[in-house]
Every structure is written in structure tokens, then in C-alpha cells.
């Protein structure tokens, strides 16, 4: 049983490319001794099996299992909740955590949260942050954008939520892909004020 009581985090994974740098924000949020509750859109799973080397169940008792074990979570420190699991506490404004990052993002998923359409737990989930005023942190990954993808952005943005496109910098002179899917997350654990030593502050090394 969890005992202890740190800021519970909720994390969606949706179908846009770039699942690992939501992978990679869940390893750090654990190793940060958060709470996790976590939900993966049908895209996202199908995303998974084609870029990364995880195999992520479809049932969300075998997903938690799964996850707690390869990143060696805590027992409970990390809950999965399936798309349709309405009584989740994500579906409603007194149970929601302070924040939900939906990382990758994807722009249908941007498009049904900037309209409160609410036709899946991920979908409600974010609805209730933004209803709530909490944080809500959405990580696009797209390239072009069209006018409908900006609109909703601008949309989200005026309603409180926070863009951030999974856009890597490379001041930082990368020599990995790991190191640019750090330097996104660094940015996720900063917004979230998580400490993080993936990427120093800018200017911190200037003496």
C-alpha cells in the first residue's frame, strides 16, 4: 500500500508520434517519488508497438503492472485508468489532481479538449482541469500545423492551458536522441515545478 503523500500528477499518452518523451516524463516522475495516474489513448498503444521497445498491454491492470515493474515504482504509486473508467478520479473536479500533462498530444485529442467534447476519460480528464482552472499541459507533435491546429491552440491557451510543442532546442549541443527528448521533459518537470537535472536552467553556468 502507498503511504506516503506526494502531488499526484495525471498523464495521458495519446497517438502522436514522440510517445517516448511521455515514456521518459513518467520514469522521471516516478523517480521524483510522484503519484501517477496514467491513461493511453488505442493510437498511442498502436504508437508504442511502432517507435519504442515497450510492450504495453491493452488491459489497464496488466498496463500497471507493467509500468510499476519496469520502472520500479512504489506499490500504487502508479494507477492506470482505462478510457471508459468514468468513476476515476480524472473524471471529476473533487477527485482530479492539480495537474495533467497530455504528452504526446495529439492534434485530434487537441481538437476535442480546445470543444469539450469529453468522449473519453483522457478527453473528460483534461476538460476538468481546464473547469477546474487547474494545470493543463498539452505537448503537440505536429509538423505543419494548419489554421484549425493554431485555433485550437490559441483556443487552449486563452482558456489557461499550456502549449507546449515537443520543439527541442539544440544550445544545449545534443548528442543523442535522448538528449533532445530530455530537453522537452526538462521543460514538462520545470511547469510543473518538479525539480529536474536533465537540462541546466538557462545562464546557470555563468559565473
Request: proline share 6%; hydrophobic share 45%.
Amino acid at each position: 500500500m502507498w503511504q506516503a503523500d506526494p502531488p499526484i500528477v495525471t498523464l495521458a499518452f495519446t497517438g502522436a508520434s514522440g510517445l517516448q518523451y511521455g515514456l521518459r516524463l513518467l520514469e522521471c516522475l516516478v523517480a521524483a517519488n510522484k503519484r501517477v495516474y496514467v491513461m493511453i489513448s488505442k493510437a498511442a498503444q498502436v504508437v508504442a508497438a511502432t517507435e519504442t521497445d515497450w510492450q504495453l498491454p491493452g488491459q489497464s491492470d496488466a498496463l500497471e503492472k507493467y509500468l510499476t515493474e519496469r520502472l520500479q515504482a512504489k506499490p500504487e504509486q502508479i494507477r492506470v485508468f482505462s478510457r471508459e473508467q468514468w468513476m476515476a478520479p480524472v473524471a471529476s473536479g473533487s477527485g482530479a489532481p492539480s495537474a495533467m500533462v497530455v504528452c504526446p498530444c495529439s492534434t485530434g485529442t487537441l481538437s476535442a479538449i480546445a470543444t469539450g467534447a469529453s468522449n473519453n476519460l483522457i478527453e473528460r480528464a483534461a476538460d476538468v482541469a481546464l473547469k477546474e482552472r487547474r494545470q493543463l499541459i498539452l505537448v503537440p507533435r505536429e509538423s505543419p500545423y494548419s489554421a484549425i491546429h493554431l485555433e485550437h491552440m490559441l483556443a487552449l491557451t486563452r482558456m489557461g492551458a499550456i502549449i507546449l510543442p515537443a520543439s527541442p532546442g539544440f544550445y544545449h549541443k545534443p548528442e543523442r536522441i535522448e538528449d533532445l527528448i530530455d530537453f522537452i521533459v526538462a521543460r514538462i518537470l520545470s511547469q510543473l515545478g518538479v525539480a529536474q537535472d536533465l537540462m541546466p536552467a538557462w545562464g546557470a553556468n555563468i559565473s
